[in-house]
């Protein structure tokens, strides 16, 4: 069971602030993640992107500032890849930050009492890597297109599992009503830039699903 995965279920068509919700179904596999987010982004005409992945022991829901040129995991991916110490991306630079309205988005999360906050490390696993190639892909996209990642606390039955008395966790109409705002949020926000800025090809957004991310 992967909240990650249920949650963008059940956006998938959904009309958000005048945006279509498209979803992608990405394999937890490293060597493959990204000719995949490529061939997604160039497949249509995205006005923002946005990761989600799941995080058991986070908090609340947690936007990742920054990721790092890193992959350093114990557990395998699907096809049994490891990675140890392996640079993302050879030669990038070090890290890069996330271009969604971090701040923004939180303060739309505190006014209507949603769990969140801006989390500074995404981790080595393959959820910091979508960030990082993610970032790569759309930084010189025309016009831009904003990317950001969002980690998941486990499910409460999840918790109960894991142990609850160590392991946070948030309700999925919650977590679900965290993201329509954050969709919401970044609607409103591009809608205030410049007209230059703001010109789009189609009103669109992209949520890849069922990454799951294990904190180190």
């Known amino acids: 069971?992967?909240?990650?995965?249920?949650?963008?279920?059940?956006?998938?068509?959904?009309?958000?602030?005048?945006?279509?919700?498209?979803?992608?179904?990405?394999?937890?596999?490293t060597r493959t993640l990204r000719n995949h987010l490529e061939a997604a982004l160039r497949q249509q005409?995205?006005?923002?992107a946005i990761g989600t992945g799941f995080a058991p022991g986070r908090i609340s829901l947690a936007l990742e500032r920054a990721a790092l040129n890193v992959l350093d995991f114990?557990?395998?991916?699907?096809?049994?890849?490891?990675?140890?110490?392996?640079?993302?991306?050879?030669?990038?630079?070090?890290?890069?930050?996330?271009?969604?309205p971090l701040g923004e988005i939180v303060d739309a999360w505190r006014a209507l009492g949603i769990p969140g906050y801006v989390s500074n490390t995404a981790g080595t696993y393959l959820c910091n890597q979508w960030l990082y190639e993610a970032l790569a892909i759309t930084a010189n996209a025309s016009p831009p297109i904003p990317?950001?990642?969002?980690?998941?606390?486990?499910?409460?039955?999840?918790?109960?599992?894991?142990?609850?008395?160590?392991?946070?966790?948030m309700a999925l109409d919650l977590m679900r009503r965290g993201v329509e705002t954050l969709i919401e949020t970044v609607a409103g926000w591009l809608e205030s830039l410049p007209a230059t800025v703001q010109q789009r090809a189609?009103?669109?957004m992209w949520i890849p699903r069922g990454l799951r991310e294990v904190e180190r």
């Open 1 to 29: 069971m992967n909240p990650s995965e249920l949650l963008v279920r059940s956006l998938e068509g959904r009309v958000i602030a005048g945006r279509v919700v498209d979803v992608r179904v990405l394999p937890v596999e």
């Open 45 to 48: 005409p995205y006005e923002f």
């Open 74 to 100: 114990e557990l395998p991916d699907a096809v049994g890849t490891m990675r140890k110490n392996d640079p993302v991306q050879r030669g990038g630079p070090d890290a890069r930050l996330a271009t969604l």
């Open 147 to 169: 990317a950001g990642f969002l980690h998941l606390p486990a499910l409460p039955a999840q918790a109960a599992e894991l142990g609850a008395e160590r392991t946070p966790s």
């Open 202 to 204: 189609a009103g669109q």
